[in-house]
């Protein structure tokens, strides 16, 4: 009758709405771990025996920075080579500027409110000696060579007042990293991302954005690289922090 067909009807439009759902998840999550195998390759080639520090730091960015494991090593391979050099090899040390350099990016942008991608470029810029792009930090300095001399500069003052070697130069990549990094925890920026990922309704949604795509990436992982059982303990733990906030 009418009332069976409609339903009939009614199920098997829904049938194929999940199908379509579940491939376009499929592809997505294939798609990732591609990805995710061309970054961790690059990683490895960068950092060599150190680079396992920077995959475990990538999957915990989802919590510490609302990015994605594969946004984190992105970001990361694009200034490792000049971070590595400027350390004279020195690939462990490498590995630890480089997950505080990335928290500082994602500081700055939640509390500055700065595109993400304006700060990627800028610290590109830094590792080639290219400071016309401080500016977009938003710390109180200008895109010079002679700003970011200043902005060292400070960095060392504030580093003796706590009693510390005010010992950072320009001429090293790692001593930019760093001197930002002073900056902004003088500036009280230090830190803010996690504390909104935990509190707030934006950053929780940020967390959770980058826990399902970690998830994904894992589903698709077919030598079990990834501790799925983990990927779907974040993805939830995230999820209902954010539900929590909304409420």
Known sequence: NAA???????LMGALKT??????????EATALYGQYQQLV????????????????????????????????METATSFAASLVSSLEG???????ITDIALQ????????????????????QGF????YTMLDNLKLGYGGTKKEMERLIEDANKW??????????????????AIAIHEIQDKLKITGTTAAEAAGTIEGSANAVKAAWENLLTAMADPNGEHD???????????????????M
């Open 228 to 246: 799925l059982d983990q990927m779907i303990q974040n993805f939830v733990e995230t999820a209902t922090t954010s539900i929590d906030n909304m």
């Open 127 to 130: 590792a080639k000696q290219n």
């Open 104 to 123: 500082d990016m994602a500081d700055n942008a939640n509390k500055m409110g700065t595109a993400m991608q304006s700060i990627q470029y800028a610290y």
């Open 18 to 27: 999940v199908g379509s759902k579940l491939a376009n998840i499929t592809q």
């Open 4 to 10: 069976a067909d409609a339903i009939s009807g009614a």
């Open 90 to 96: 020195d690939t462990k040390q490498a590995a630890e």
């Open 41 to 72: 390759g690059g990683v490895q080639t960068l950092f060599g025996d150190d680079f396992q520090t920077v995959v475990e730091n990538a999957d915990n960015a989802f919590k510490n920075m609302g990015i994605s494991a594969n946004d984190y």
């Open 159 to 176: 580093r003796e007042e706590q009693g510390r070697a005010g010992d950072l130069t320009i001429s090293k990549f790692s001593d930019v």
